[in-house]
């Protein structure tokens, strides 16, 4: 009898611990890929028994499938224009947060990018050059204000190969399908790529700010561990993460 109720009981704490933990999904911009993974890390240490699933792609993507009632209960987007907009349109359940800055950068893991400057780009022999797609990536769209910026966007648009997002152009480049490329300074930092390649930090007054903000959706509106995980967003170890990927948090300088 003694074993019975032993059993017992510890099926009634597994269920009652089933009941109580949550989940939640995050879209994030594809720029936060190696921060996010460790800042989820982090919170999972805290909140061992809930689960935080991140889903990584184009932030002009991501916008739109929320429009349309896509299963996010938070959004990170690489454009901050982009939960503004939802939340304009009743979409979001807190109000709009600036995280970060983001940097583009010139990479290659081919040539040696820190001898290079957007002038390279014209030269012969660098026949393909990856970029985000600018129609819904914003590293695409500030690549492309870059180049028109130094007057290169008409010269290499033959050279141009897209990627849906930001990782995408990376892998792009990082397997060797193009011999350069543009991406972002968050991506070139993870120790993967800079063993495989050097990059050249394309000037900031080329294009506008990668200002970067998230929200909680209203499909989040009701889910605790959501409201758990924004806060979590504003501690120590998180700006420490977000550094360490050269991003510029929001009450400092850009590129600073």
């Known amino acids: 009898m003694g074993l019975f109720k032993l059993l017992f009981a510890t099926c009634f704490l597994l269920m009652a611990t089933t009941a109580h933990a949550e989940r939640i999904t995050v879209a994030a911009a594809a720029d936060l890929k190696f921060a996010m993974d460790e800042i989820v890390t ?6 061992s028994g809930d689960e935080v699933q991140v889903v990584y792609g184009s932030s002009g993507k ?4 929320i429009q349309q009632g896509a299963p996010y209960d938070l959004f990170f987007s690489a454009d901050i224009g982009f939960p503004r907009e939802l939340a304009k349109q009743g979409q979001s359940a807190s109000e ?3 995280y970060a800055v983001g940097r583009i950068v010139l990479w290659s893991a081919v040539v040696d990018a820190t001898k290079m400057t957007l002038y390279d780009l014209t030269n012969p022999k660098i026949t393909k050059i990856a970029i985000a797609n600018p129609k819904h990536a914003p590293y695409g ?3 492309e204000e870059a180049l028109k910026a130094v007057g290169l966007w008409e010269k290499i648009q033959s050279k141009l190969v897209f990627g849906e997002n930001i990782a995408q152009t990376a892998q792009y480049i990082q397997s060797g399908n193009t011999q ?3 991406i972002a300074l968050s991506l070139a930092l993870n120790p993967e790529l800079a063993k495989k390649g050097r990059y050249y930090l394309i000037p900031e007054n080329l294009h506008n700010p990668l200002e970067q903000g998230y929200i909680i959706t209203k499909r989040g509106a009701n889910k605790p561990l959501a409201k758990k995980f924004a806060e979590y967003m504003d501690s120590k170890q998180v700006r420490g993460i977000m550094m360490k990927y050269g991003f510029a948090l ?3 300088k850009v590129g600073k």
């Open 250 to 252: 929001p009450a400092e």
């Open 141 to 143: 769209k500030r690549a």
């Open 96 to 98: 709009v947060k600036p």
């Open 180 to 182: 350069v490329g543009i």
């Open 42 to 47: 982090g919170f999972n240490k805290i909140h």
């Open 62 to 65: 991501f916008h739109t499938q």
